[in-house]
């Protein structure tokens, strides 16, 4: 069944069938296209052939990888002429009947050794093969959209597939030049399970009124590193397709807190504000062009900067701030005690401004926090408290933005906007690996490739220190009661050993 693979069906000639269709001939792979919808697959097949041909135009393939390529594409008529496949892979609609009965239907036209793969994203691979007579050959072969863009594809294993399938689906995908990742059949895989921490954490801060959405992306997008801020990505993605994967996945992890969507999204899903492809979502876009986007906080007008009182959880910190705050002009106390006048800065981990001014004994009206997790030469951001005196703000704002690099003012927060991000990006990466749905490589790649994160999460996490995430975890599941914040085991047993989240556990046995 599993020897070589060398002729590939493909049921479904949309975009996703299409990208598959030609990364697939383009390595030498013959490749029949089918679609039950007259014409669908001829017309592919056209647009392939016009994809290849500005391929050439622009000096990314020869002629003659060109007319290989068309060579390796044939229209097949009728789905019985898929029958001496090697492979067949269905790219139909995201629906669970329509794609059991397919294969129940392939089932009875091609040969017993012939494996059938779905490119379903958020269904189960079991329950699609359910109902057929070999469900072994059966599995998830997940490609992202745009497919020779997205080099990355989730090779998954439904309950019953046979470990050689996953083998041969593996080297297939390393034959046309992607990165195969495996992953066990669970919600979400490994991509679109990873990716909840992101997305879901934002809305629960816009919800909570910690900051607004500009704020929240700019913070995320400039100080953390992330390519686009969540809720830019929400209306880029489309609710339409975000809200019901957001819910899909909370409830087959039967109402996991981690996962739990928003309210803020089912009603701008309801209201028709599903994001740059209606003209508005979390923004506004004209033509597909961004025509409101995020506007950066202005800096207040002070005549003087009271001197500056520090106080961090660690002596590295409190040399980092000091010698920023020097650097930018205020006048530094180094005394145990702020005096009267003194504006207190402080840099906790995973508290809000109030716990901190309980922590550290300041005068709340003269308090306020950083986050010192960020990458501070790009984007800063100030946490107030309910009674921070607003002569303390703008001036805290406009010491901080004396060099020209951006700063944020938020509402009081447990782990500002960035740590608790971040925390909860790396916890959730953490709790794939505990439950050995994909190795922690498979888990790094996956993410970094098919999330466009700037690390993957788990080397994140390490780069960040286990240490100091647990910390933030732990601080912000004990002031909200929150069990989304709970850390994973795979964390803290790392964390409190002081080994790498990448360090796999020993065999038992």
């Not at 109402?255 to 508005?280: C, D, F, I, N």
């Not at 650097?327 to 402080?346: F, I, K, M, W, Y």
């Not at 190795?439 to 999330?451: E, F, K, M, N, Y």
Request: with cysteine; proline share 6%.
């Amino acid at each position: 069944m599993t020897d070589s693979i060398n002729t590939l069906g493909l049921v479904g000639t949309g975009v996703m069938g299409a990208g598959i269709a030609q990364i697939a001939a383009q390595a030498g792979v013959r490749v029949r296209l089918f679609d039950a919808r007259e014409g669908a697959a001829q017309a592919a097949h056209g647009t392939l052939a016009a994809t290849f041909t500005q391929l050439v135009g622009k000096g990314k393939i020869t002629q003659p990888a060109m007319d290989a390529a068309l060579a390796n594409l044939q229209v097949a008529g009728r789905i019985d002429d898929l029958k001496d496949c090697d492979l067949i892979v269905e790219a139909i609609v995201e629906n669970l009947e329509a794609k059991r009965s397919l294969l129940q239907q392939l089932e009875g036209i091609v040969s017993p050794t012939c494996i059938l793969a779905t490119n379903t994203s958020s269904l189960s691979v079991t329950a699609i093969a359910n109902g057929c007579r070999q469900p072994e050959r059966v599995a998830g072969l997940h490609f992202f959209n745009p497919v020779p863009l997205m080099r990355v594809v989730e090779v998954i294993d439904g309950l019953l597939t046979a470990p050689t399938v996953g083998d041969a689906l593996l080297a297939l995908v390393a034959r046309v030049g992607h990165r195969g990742v495996r992953a066990k059949d669970t919600p979400g895989f490994i991509v679109n399970h990873a990716g909840r921490a992101y997305g879901t954490e934002a809305l629960k801060m816009l919800d909570e009124g910690v900051a607004e959405r500009g704020d929240i992306d700019r913070i995320l997008r400039d100080g953390a590193g992330f390519r686009m801020g969540p809720l830019e990505l929400l209306d880029l993605t489309g609710l339409d397709v975000s809200h019901p994967v957001m819910e899909s996945i909370y409830n087959q992890f039967y109402q996991e807190p981690r996962y739990r969507p928003s309210p803020l999204t089912r009603q701008m899903l309801v209201g028709g504000r599903l994001g740059r492809k209606a003209g508005h979502g979390f923004y506004q876009y004209q033509d597909g062009q961004l025509i409101n986007g995020p506007q950066p906080q202005p800096i207040p007008t002070v005549h003087a900067v009271p001197p500056v009182w520090i106080a961090t959880e660690d002596s590295a910190d409190y040399e980092r701030l000091s010698a920023l705050v020097i650097r930018l002009g205020a006048d530094l106390e180094r005394t145990a005690q702020p005096s009267p006048h003194a504006l207190c800065l402080l840099a906790p981990y995973g508290r809000d401004a109030t716990s901190a001014c309980l922590r550290f004994d300041t005068d709340p009206a003269h308090t306020l926090c950083i986050d010192l997790l960020t990458d501070l030469s790009r984007q800063r951001t100030l946490m107030q408290n309910p009674l921070t005196a607003s002569a303390m703000r703008d001036a805290a704002h406009a010491l901080l933005a004396a060099d020209g690099v951006g700063v944020t003012v938020i509402a009081d927060s447990v782990g500002f906007v960035a740590q608790r991000t971040l925390a909860m990006v790396v916890n959730l990466a953490c709790d794939i690996a505990q439950q050995r749905i994909a190795s922690v490589a498979d888990i790094d790649q996956a993410v970094q490739l098919g999330l466009g994160y700037p690390y993957g999460p788990l080397a994140w996490g390490d780069a960040l220190g286990p240490r100091r995430l647990l910390t933030i975890l732990q601080r912000m599941s004990e002031l909200t009661h929150d069990p989304r914040y709970r850390p994973s085991p795979w964390l803290r047993r790392r964390a409190m050993l002081g080994i790498s989240l990448r360090h796999d556990e020993p065999a038992i046995g």
